[in-house]
């Protein structure tokens, strides 16, 4: 959304105190409020906003962001809409967590996969069981950086 471009542009705004430190921000009035004297005024006449809450979430370890709510009139966001609004930022978050674990799932799928690749043209090569195939590829790096620790320079 724009207002939430013009927040960041600007470097304040609900939506960027959100992210940046407080859980949760209440903006009755986006026009008169003190806190950002750009953001308010400017959202409330380029986008006729009157009032904005917003929910910082975070999705561990690296992502952080936050879930804004907009009200057209000041002093619109009620009991109701601060519930609900922080239920759908936590169901926001839990979508964050579930989708970058899926897709560590899948990473460690595929390296499951190439690295049973692996195994198996050991164990075609060499005549090797799954054990001794495995001990042998899993000890090879270890091998390796000490022969290159070792060898002279050239």
């Known amino acids: 959304m724009q207002a939430d471009e013009l927040q960041y542009e600007l470097k ?8 940046l430190s ?26 006729g906003l009157g009032s904005q809450l917003a929910y910082q979430f975070r999705a ?46 899948r990473e460690a799928m595929a390296t499951r996969e190439t690295i049973g690749h692996a195994m198996g043209i ?9 054990d001794r195939a495995f001990a042998f590829w899993y000890g090879f790096p270890k091998r390796a950086i000490s022969r290159c620790e070792m060898s002279p320079p050239e």
């Open 12 to 19: 304040q705004g609900a939506c960027y105190q959100a992210v």
């Open 22 to 47: 407080d859980p949760v921000v209440q903006v009755e009035d986006l026009a008169s409020d003190l806190r950002w004297p750009e953001y308010g005024p400017k959202a409330t006449a380029a986008f």
């Open 60 to 105: 561990e370890p690296h992502a952080r962001g936050a879930l804004n709510l907009y009200a057209n009139e000041p002093c619109q966001i009620d009991v109701d809409a601060r519930m609900l609004g922080g239920m759908f930022a936590q169901m926001v978050s839990v979508a964050m967590v579930w989708s970058r674990q899926n897709e560590s799932l």
């Open 122 to 130: 050991l164990m075609e090569r060499y005549q090797l069981d799954s």
